[in-house]
C-alpha cells in the first residue's frame, strides 16, 4: 500500500525584536503623589534612548519597597507626601544604597530645605517649574554620581550661607564642571589651556570663571585661590 510522504515543510523563523538594550541605560522610579505629573514625567523620561522608567509609586513607603527590588540608579522623588517625606526617605535609601542617585522635584525653595534634601543624600534638587532640558540633565548627572542643583537655589544656598558667615557648604553647589574650572584657574592655567583640558570653548571658560567669582563673592584670582585652598580644591603645596 503506497502511503503519501508528507515532505517537509521548512517553518519560517518568527521574527522577534531584539531587546534594548537595558544596562546600558538609566533607570529611574519615579515617586509623587500627583499621578499626573507622575504620567508627565513619565512621557518626558521614556523619549529619551538612554533613560527608561521603571517603576511610578505615589509615597515613599512604597518607593522604598520599589527600589530595593528593582535597584535604580536613579529615584526622581518630590518631598511632601502623604506618611513619610520625601528627605526622610531619602535618608534611608542612600544609607542603604550610596550609589543610588536620588533627585529631589519639589515645590519648596527653601534654602533650608534644599539644605537638608542634600544633607540626607539627594545629588539633585529642583524645582517643578524646572524645564524639561534641566530634568534629563539632573537625573543624568546624578546617575553619573554628580550633583545638580538649579542655579537660583544654589545662589539662594549661596546667600543663606553668606548671611550667616559661614562658607563651608559653598563649594558643595558647585556643579563638577564648575569645580574641575576653579582648580584648573587656580592652578594658574589660562582659559585656553582650561577649555582644552575639559573640552569647552575659552569663551565659555571665562563665562564660568566670571560666575564663580560671583558665586563665591570674590573679586580677583588670589581670592579664589585662597578660598580653593580653604577647601581643598587645590594642595598648599
Known amino acids: 500500500m503506497n502511503r503519501r510522504i508528507k515532505k517537509n515543510r521548512t517553518v519560517p523563523a518568527l521574527k522577534v525584536k531584539p531587546p534594548r538594550n537595558r544596562r546600558s541605560r538609566i533607570s529611574v522610579l ?27 509609586v505615589a509615597d515613599a513607603s512604597a518607593a522604598i519597597q520599589e527600589a530595593e527590588r528593582l535597584q535604580p540608579h536613579v ?29 529631589i522635584l519639589s515645590i519648596h525653595t527653601s534654602p533650608v530645605i534644599v539644605r537638608r534634601a542634600i544633607e ?10 524646572a524645564g524639561t532640558d534641566e530634568l534629563l540633565r539632573a537625573v543624568r548627572t546624578a546617575a553619573a554620581g554628580e550633583r545638580y542643583i538649579s542655579q537660583r537655589l544654589a545662589q539662594g544656598l549661596i546667600d543663606a550661607r553668606k548671611a550667616t558667615g559661614k562658607s563651608d557648604f559653598t563649594v558643595e553647589v558647585l556643579t563638577a564642571t564648575e569645580r574641575d574650572i576653579l582648580r584648573l584657574v587656580t592652578e594658574g592655567r589660562s582659559n585656553f589651556e582650561v577649555a582644552a583640558a575639559i573640552g569647552l570653548s575659552p569663551r565659555t571658560v571665562e563665562t564660568y570663571r566670571g560666575r564663580l567669582m560671583r558665586k563665591l563673592g570674590v573679586e580677583n584670582l588670589p581670592s579664589l585661590v585662597r578660598y580653593a585652598i580653604r577647601h581643598g580644591i587645590i594642595p598648599l603645596d
Open 30 to 56: 519615579l515617586v509623587d503623589p500627583h499621578p499626573i505629573l507622575r504620567e508627565g514625567i513619565e512621557c518626558v523620561l521614556e523619549r529619551q534612548t538612554d533613560i527608561r522608567v521603571i517603576a511610578s
Open 120 to 129: 540626607a543624600g539627594a545629588l539633585g534638587f529642583l524645582t517643578k517649574d
Open 75 to 103: 529615584v526622581v522623588m518630590d518631598i511632601t507626601m502623604a506618611g513619610m517625606n520625601g528627605i526622610d526617605a531619602t535618608r534611608l535609601l542612600t544609607g542603604k544604597r550610596p550609589d543610588i542617585g536620588v533627585v
